[in-house]
């Protein structure tokens, strides 16, 4: 199952609620994998322009470690992140994708602005898969 630039769009609750029912779907061994702006490098809607989180067309917009609790409280506990630019990916575990999101949120806090690196906001865009 797949989604692509959906959650962000979803309040938190419907969030909760579209989370359980990919979660009842899925076969066994199954597999979800959400693509979605990441908050550390956000806002990614129209309120980048004016406020640090987003309050346009984007109801909440996630950190890695956020997602992955919320994965994790549906019942998806296996999870990888993948990274990569289409052409070379890796798929490695969600924890290697919060730490180097933690570290990445160290940097950024001492520097203004940093969501205007487009390769950055890209890299650090969350591709979390969550398996069944």
């Excluded at 940097?107 to 979390?128: A, D, K, Y």
Aim: with cysteine; charged share 20%; proline share 5%.
């Amino acid at each position: 199952m797949f989604s692509d630039q959906l959650m962000e769009h979803l309040h938190p609750d419907d969030a909760v609620r579209q989370l359980s029912e990919v979660y009842r779907v899925l076969s066994p061994g199954g597999a979800y994998y959400c693509i979605t702006p990441n908050a550390v490098t956000g806002p990614h809607d129209i309120s980048v322009y004016f406020d640090n989180v987003a309050c346009g067309f984007h109801l909440k917009e996630y950190s890695y470690r956020e997602l992955s609790r919320a994965f994790t409280g549906i019942g998806l506990r296996k999870q990888a992140v993948l990274f990569g630019n289409g052409a070379v990916n890796v798929l490695v575990p969600a924890k290697i994708g919060i730490m180097l999101e933690m570290i990445m949120q160290g940097v950024w806090r001492r520097r203004s602005r940093p969501t205007t690196n487009s390769v950055l906001r890209h890299l650090m865009g969350i591709r979390l898969l969550g398996y069944k």
